[in-house]
């Protein structure tokens, strides 16, 4: 719950920094001058770039949630036993130790969605924020697909 209220407010915090942005290239744009418009101009991309990768940040975040809350529901989440480190998160070696088995798992079940998204959960606690990311848009593409499939 802290991380998604962490998360709001660093979005609520952009969108205001990207409004101030828009409005102080369209006062530069607005001078006439052609370096004020050059400037102006310049500084647009910069709320539209802001907005984009924020909107695919925000997608990206409630599609793997309702993967997660899926995966729960069917009661596929794994019982969460490692030893944690006083900030709360789990300690890497211990995660590194269970990590062979999501690994292996997705290897043998490359279409499957659901060991993608452990995977991803097990990057994830072993630290490797990146990788985490990529096998759970991994699990989010497969569990598309299968829609898509499904759906016709």
């Known amino acids: 719950m802290k991380a998604r209220v962490g998360a709001l407010i660093m979005a609520v915090l952009l969108v205001i920094y990207l409004?101030?942005?828009?409005?102080?290239?369209?006062?530069?744009?607005?001078?006439?001058?052609?370096?004020?418009?050059a400037l102006g101009s310049a500084l647009i991309v910069l709320p539209v770039l802001?907005?984009?990768?924020?909107?695919?940040?925000?997608?990206?975040?409630?599609?793997?949630?309702?993967?997660?809350a899926r995966l729960g529901a069917e009661g596929g989440l794994p019982v969460d036993t490692l030893v944690r480190l006083p900030s709360g998160r789990a300690d890497p070696a211990a995660a590194d130790a269970q990590f062979p088995q999501y690994r292996d798992r997705a290897e043998a079940e490359p279409d499957s969605w659901r060991a993608w998204l452990l995977l991803g959960l097990a990057y994830?606690?072993?630290?490797?924020?990146?990788?985490?990311?990529w096998a759970t848009r991994r699990a989010i593409a497969l569990?598309?697909?299968?829609?898509?499939?499904?759906a016709d």
């Open 143 to 150: 569990d598309r697909a299968a829609r898509s499939t499904s």
């Open 50 to 68: 802001g907005v984009g990768v924020l909107a695919a940040d925000l997608t990206f975040v409630v599609r793997a949630e309702r993967l997660v």
């Open 19 to 37: 409004v101030f942005v828009t409005n102080y290239a369209l006062v530069l744009i607005g001078t006439g001058a052609p370096a004020g418009i």
């Open 124 to 133: 994830d606690a072993s630290g490797d924020r990146k990788r985490a990311r």
